[in-house]
């Protein structure tokens, strides 16, 4: 008896390849923008800037409670990373502030046709069915954003989010941790 490792290999690669790209298509996205003249490597002191008041939208989104978790987030991950946070009058380097947005977005999945036999009778009567039209729904698509604003010249020297990130579990100190976590794995080191 020989063992095929050619065919072991191949046919444990795919599910394997199919399942590492599923779960990367589930993997939220994280964007980032950069002034370029901007040297944040050069940052080592920050301050936290709690975010102008506006206008409640979203009760949710614009929360103190909400402010407290990202403010949380935001201070373990930066001194994980080095970085000694400061009073805002102690002259940090750079200032650390966030904003929500969401908007309603609508999905459609285009025309669709059906055909199904339903059975109502014991003696095999039913009838057909043939439903045809779009399945569109409507779900809300939030934003969440990390700045960095240069403590000298107190403009935005950096930024970066994640959209998609409104749901009944985003709000969670642990959905809260893993964003700022994401975004911030993105922000120049030291």
Same mark, same amino acid.
């Given at each position: 008896m020989s063992l095929d490792f050619k065919g072991f290999f191949t046919r444990l690669l795919l599910p394997v390849s199919v399942a590492v790209l599923a779960l990367s298509a589930c993997a939220p996205r994280i964007y980032?923008?950069?002034?370029?003249?901007?040297?944040?490597?050069?940052?080592?002191?920050?301050?936290?800037?709690?975010?102008?008041?506006?206008?409640?939208?979203?009760?949710?989104?614009?929360?103190?409670? $909400?402010?407290? @978790?990202?403010? %949380?987030? #935001?201070? /373990?991950? $930066?001194?994980? @990373?080095?970085? %000694?946070? #400061?009073? /805002?009058?102690?002259?940090?380097?750079?200032?650390?502030?966030?904003?929500?947005?969401?908007?309603?977005?609508?999905?459609?999945?285009?025309a669709s046709f059906s055909f199904g036999i339903i059975d109502a009778f014991p003696n095999g009567f039913g009838s057909v069915v043939v439903p045809v039209g779009s399945d569109v729904r409507s779900r809300e698509e939030g934003t969440f954003m990390l700045d960095v604003i240069d403590g000298q010249t107190k403009r935005l020297v950096w930024r970066g989010w994640t959209t998609g990130w409104v749901s009944q579990d985003s709000y969670t100190d642990e959905a809260v941790n893993s964003a700022v976590q994401q975004i911030l794995a993105k922000f120049p080191a030291p």
């Open positions: 980032v923008e950069q002034d370029k003249n901007a040297q944040p490597q050069a940052y080592h002191r920050y301050a936290w800037l709690s975010p102008t008041p506006a206008p409640v939208k979203d009760p949710i989104l614009d929360s103190q409670i $909400l402010e407290g @978790r990202v403010k %949380q987030a #935001v201070e /373990a991950a $930066l001194a994980t @990373r080095g970085y %000694q946070e #400061v009073a /805002a009058d102690q002259g940090p380097d750079f200032l650390v502030t966030y904003h929500t947005s969401s908007k309603e977005k609508v999905e459609s999945s285009g």
